[in-house]
T-cell receptor
Framework: TQLLEQSPQFLSIQEGENLTVYCNSS?????LQWYRQEPGEGPVLLVT?????EVKKLKRLTFQFGDARKDSSLHITAAQPGDTGLYLC????????????FGKGTKLSVIP | ETGVTQTPRHLVMGMTNKKSLKCEQH?????MYWYKQSAKKPLELMFV???????ENNSVPSRFSPECPNSSHLFLHLHTLQPEDSALYLC?????????????FGNGTRLTVT
């Protein structure tokens, strides 16, 4: 069974601070997706990383896929209240797999 | 407008009731999914449909019965549920049913079983 561990589980920071959240596994994934879920809504895809060592930037968000494709991180620069939400990582398995493996998420609160 | 619409948004039902959740996608996707989201647990995949054919059933109790009449609509029929079935039920669609295909989620149905 593939498991994804996300840390920290909860994070509360002041507006303008930087933060990093992590997604770790002992399994190799063919790709990894990050989603953000705001209260009362469904998760929304932020990015997909595919290549080991890959770095993708989305405005103030920087996503990195580990060289061994077992872990990933999300760094937010100068956090804003609009970044508040539950951040989920999800790993895709090999060929023939229908399933994404989700982590439990990191709940981020950015205080104005 | 998420492209995936779920109704109702909230549902309270007794353990002896029968109800159905509805999902509709306007994205032209070929795959549709039901997920269960409970506090302090990862998203749990329940069912996967690809081109209206069920391709995965993750050992879900028979009190949950999915139906996919066409590639745009997905239902989850509920009967004789238990209080532990209370959760947020999320529908999603994707271009294909393969694991790397990104998911487009609806806003969910918050189900409470009393």
């Amino acid at each position: 069974t593939q498991l994804l561990e996300q840390s920290p589980q909860f994070l509360s920071i002041q507006e303008g601070e930087n933060l990093t959240v992590y997604c770790n596994s002992s399994s190799v994934f063919s790709s990894l997706q990050w989603y953000r879920q705001e209260p009362g809504e469904g998760p929304v895809l932020l990015v997909t990383v595919v290549t080991g060592g890959e770095v993708k930037k989305l405005k103030r968000l920087t996503f990195q896929f580990g060289d061994a494709r077992k872990d990933s991180s999300l760094h937010i620069t100068a956090a804003q209240p609009g970044d508040t939400g539950l951040y989920l990582c999800a790993g895709a398995g090999g060929a023939g797999s229908y399933q994404l493996t989700f982590g439990k998420g990191t709940k981020l609160s950015v205080i104005p | 407008e998420t492209g995936v619409t779920q109704t109702p948004r909230h549902l309270v039902m007794g353990m002896t009731n029968k109800k159905s959740l509805k999902c509709e996608q306007h994205l032209g996707h070929n795959a549709m999914y039901w997920y269960k989201q409970s506090a302090k647990k990862p998203l749990e995949l329940m069912f996967v449909y690809s081109l209206e054919e069920r391709v995965e059933n993750n050992s879900v109790p028979s009190r949950f019965s999915p139906e996919c009449p066409n590639s745009s609509h997905l239902f989850l029929h509920l009967h004789t549920l238990q209080p532990e079935d209370s959760a947020l039920y999320l529908c999603a669609s994707s271009p294909s049913a393969r694991g790397w295909s990104p998911l487009h989620f609806g806003n969910g149905t918050r189900l409470t079983v009393t």
